[in-house]
C-alpha cells in the first residue's frame, strides 16, 4: 500500500507527497506533484493508500 506525507501549505491546501517528494523538499508548486495530487486524493479517499501527517 503506498503512503504518502500529508501537510496543509500556507494556502490551507492538503498537498500529499511520496517518499522521494518529500525528501527532496518538493512541494504543491511543483508541476508533478501538482498534477498528481486529484489522483492521489481519489487513491486515498478509496482506501488503496495511506497518509502520515507531517
Not at 500529499?16 to 501538482?34: A, C, F, P, R
Request: aromatic letters at 12%; charged letters at 30%; zero cysteines.
Amino acid at each position: 500500500m503506498t503512503t504518502y506525507y500529508e501537510y496543509i501549505d500556507k494556502d490551507g491546501k492538503v498537498v500529499l507527497l511520496d517518499h522521494y517528494e518529500w525528501s527532496s523538499g518538493m512541494g504543491i508548486t511543483h508541476s508533478s506533484v501538482k498534477k498528481a495530487q486529484a489522483a492521489r486524493k481519489r487513491e486515498v479517499k478509496k482506501g488503496f493508500a495511506n497518509t502520515i501527517e507531517a
